[in-house]
């Protein structure tokens, strides 16, 4: 189980994250906003149990309120 889920995080960084870390470099380390949702949303179906998943979660709402 351990080796799938470095596979699993492996893969999404090396497909979902890398590509866009020149654009990130190259605009003071910010994404799209509709990207780095995609990025969030992919992490929370990545997370391994409910605690991962609540952190996750907890994160993007107070992310969402510094935005405001």
């Known amino acids: 189980e351990d080796r799938e889920i470095q596979d699993r995080t492996r893969r999404f960084v090396d497909e979902e994250l890398i590509p866009w870390e020149e654009?990130?470099?190259?605009?003071?380390?910010?994404?799209?906003?509709?990207?780095?949702?995609?990025?969030?949303?992919?992490a929370i179906e990545l997370a391994t149990n409910d605690a991962e998943r609540t952190f996750l979660?907890?994160?993007?709402?107070?992310?969402a309120g510094r935005a405001r």
């Open 57 to 63: 979660t907890a994160q993007r709402a107070a992310a």
């Open 23 to 42: 654009h990130a470099e190259s605009n003071g380390g910010h994404i799209p906003d509709e990207e780095r949702e995609k990025h969030h949303d992919r």
